[in-house]
């Protein structure tokens, strides 16, 4: 594929009713970016049953075209059909860049095309970038179990995929942006599809939503025990926020994995993120630091979590934390979410 149109794609992930999820609608932000630089048109490409609120959505979200493959066979993800969909259309069109939200099918569906198609894959981005000498995209990653941040390249083969945890990025709606539509008919002999959803069972667990969560706070070693988590999760309810939670925590037990930030959590983008007894170890960091403003409570002044905090308290969590909880409640900031 020596030949490309020079086009930016972002794959928008849509529910069985057709809803697109959010994180294909967050990488339409860092891609309209990417491509005004490139000087190259924003794609979006939706495959579903009922594609029409996805394409709307991709539409108010800045992408310049979007190319869509209406069918209900493509009402539920199986990985033989969209597969061989989405290298149709890149076979087709050509594109240069092709991103995709880390979600599960997103994690299932990039290195199966990547495969298909013989080109690089990089896997879990945390920051898009372009570089300066080649002009392809510089993909940002944690590496070495989040102890350091590679910058990855594919400058021989394209398109060049990656996929992008959600919550990275923000929505960024984009008022009176006019975009064309393609529509693409493509089927694939249905005796080729080996797998088949035959029921989906919701699970029933405590919903944890904190890719949208405008305020975290999360508690890590330093509570030490699951009982200190009392003391988080009245904070975040004085702030109407959600608990996170260091990946310490949960291999620890305290908490269960749907709470854990970072690397091998949720990556998360909050206006208000409170670390309590968190250090800061690069895959924490790596998941938490896109937050408008970082809180640190730490009894280490030397702890690594000071260095991206935009406020830090020094001191004893246990001390500090009902402080906070007691100006607040004097404050009366819970009027301030109207309750």
Known sequence: MSSTS?????????????????????????GRSLCDELGCQLVAVVIAANPTSAV??????????VICIEDEAYR???????TSAL?????????????IGASALGRDLAP???????????ADCTMLGIDPLSGAISWTRPAFGGNL???ITCPDHRPQIGTVRPGVFSRRAVSDHQAAIITESYLIPPETVRTQVLEVIAEVSEKVDLESAEIIVSGGRGLGNAKGFDLIRELADCLGGTVGASRGAVDAGWIPHA??????????APKLYIACGISGAAQHLAGMSSAETIIAINKDPEARIFAVADFGIVGDLFEAIPLLIGSLKNEGFSSFHGE
Do not use: C
Not at 56 to 65: P, Q, S
Not at 76 to 82: H, K, M, N
């Open 149 to 151: 941040m590679a910058v």
């Open 87 to 99: 290298s149709h259309l890149i076979s087709k069109y050509k594109p240069a860049t092709l991103l």
């Open 76 to 82: 539920r993800y199986t990985a033989e059909s969209y």
């Open 6 to 30: 020079g086009d930016l794609w972002v794959f928008i992930e849509t529910s069985a009713e057709g809803e697109p999820a959010n994180v294909g609608l967050e990488l339409l932000n860092p």
């Open 56 to 65: 709307r959505a991709a539409r108010e979200h800045g992408a310049d075209l």
């Open 259 to 268: 709470h854990q930030v970072g690397q091998t959590g949720k990556s998360v």
């Open 112 to 122: 199966r095309l990547s495969s298909r198609l013989q080109t690089g894959l990089t």
